[in-house]
Every structure is written in C-alpha cells, then in structure tokens.
T-cell receptor, first 112, second 112 residues
Framework: DTGVSQDPRHKITKRGQNVTFRCDPISEHNRLYWYRQTLGQGPEFLTYFQNEAQLEKSRLLSDRFSAERPKGSFSTLEIQRTEQGDSAMYLC??????????FGEGSRLTVL | KQEVTQIPAALSVPEGENLVLNCSFTDSAIYNLQWFRQDPGKGLTSLLLIQSSQREQTSGRLNASLDKSSGRSTLYIAASQPGDSATYLCAASMDSSYKLIFGSGTRLLVRP
C-alpha cells in the first residue's frame, strides 16, 4: 500500500462523455503528479501540482483535460468529450522524502 | 531529449536463476534513476532509487547499478521466484522535479 488512493479503479464510458478521476495522496509531500500509461508502454508525465498550484502541464494534456487540486490535498483529473485515444491507465503519484515517487493503483479508462 | 530503453521487452527464466534487466538512457546528465515493478492491471511499486552520485543500491535479492558514463543501469535479481513475475520499469529523472522518463519495461516470467 503506497498510501495513494485513486477512484474509480475502472471507468467504461462512451465516446463524447466526460469523466473525472480522483486522487487522494498521503500528505507527506506537497507535490502531486498525474501520469498516463497506454498498453505496453511506460507511464508518461501529464501534469503536477505543488500544493494547489498547477506548475507544469505536458503537451500531452490537450485542452479537453483539466486537473485541479483545490485545497492542496486531493486532486481531480477531468477529461471532456472523451475519445477512443484517451483509453489508458491514469496514474497519480506522490513523492516521499526518500526521493522516491510512489504511485497509486491507477484509474483505467476504456472509451467505447 | 532523454530517451530510456529497456531490452529485452520480455524474458522467461526458470525458477532459481539469477538474472539481469537492462535499462539504457541517452542523456547521461540524470539526477536519479528509479526501478519499479508493475503487476498486471496494477499501479507501480517502487523497488530502488539510485541517486546520480551513487553506483548501486541493494534491497533484499535486488541490486541496481548505475553507470552514467555509459548511459546504463541494471537491475540484478538473485535466486528468482515465480512471485517475481511482473513488468519491471526503469525511469530517469533529469532534475528534482519528479518528472520521470520511463522505459517501456521488461516483462519477466519466472517459471516454476
């Protein structure tokens, strides 16, 4: 148990629908990261927060994607007007003071 | 631009064998390198973190080495067990931002 909780674990939706994922990290570190992993590939960085401020967004994060961390604790990642290419595992991560990045179990999105 | 490669993509070994997983990176100016394990449909579990100033790290039957000059890291697993079957991912960080650049992983099967 890494202490990073993600919900839902699996979401199946139809193309064009909106979906939202939630991440609850251990509050040991003020940074929170979102990554995306497609089948057979390693995760790719999407965005990260320091407290409630979103400090960087990857070019992978199109304008259909929005992430928030309203109180510097939990975070949400919303995808609007989903496309089949959005099907992936969305991973949330939280650093530890050991320097390691700890990941949650992920939220798997399937867009039909 | 940093690129991380893991070869082979898949490996099958009999139980009890010692094995080495390879990770190569193109830019030697890495900040640190982290090895992860991923079970099917699950998130990533951190195994070992090697700082750029270190040559190796050990945890139980696992030993990870780092050679920045040659752009290589290896993960050595001693006396492999069927429970070691998983995908192993390496990830390089170029600074303290925790924006990791992942390889595509090596899928390991340890046969009883």
């Amino acid at each position: 148990d890494t202490g990073v909780s993600q919900d839902p674990r699996h979401k199946i939706t139809k193309r064009g629908q909106n979906v939202t994922f939630r991440c609850d990290p251990i509050s040991e570190h003020n940074r929170l990261y979102w990554y995306r992993q497609t089948l057979g590939q390693g995760p790719e960085f999407l965005t990260y927060f320091q407290n409630e401020a979103q400090l960087e967004k990857s070019r992978l994060l199109s304008d259909r994607f929005s992430a928030e961390r309203p109180k510097g604790s939990f975070s949400t990642l919303e995808i609007q007007r989903t496309e089949q290419g959005d099907s992936a595992m969305y991973l949330c991560a939280n650093p530890r003071y050991t320097g390691e990045l700890f990941f949650g179990e992920g939220s798997r999105l399937t867009v039909l | 631009k940093q690129e991380v490669t893991q070869i082979p993509a898949a490996l099958s070994v009999p139980e009890g064998e010692n094995l080495v997983l390879n990770c190569s990176f193109t830019d030697s100016a890495i900040y640190n390198l982290q090895w992860f394990r991923q079970d099917p449909g699950k998130g990533l579990t951190s195994l070992l973190l090697i700082q750029s100033s270190q040559r190796e790290q050990t945890s139980g039957r696992l030993n990870a080495s780092l050679d920045k000059s040659s752009g290589r890291s290896t993960l050595y697993i001693a006396a492999s067990q069927p429970g070691d079957s998983a995908t192993y991912l390496c990830a390089a960080s170029m600074d303290s931002s925790y924006k990791l650049i992942f390889g595509s992983g090596t899928r390991l099967l340890v046969r009883p």
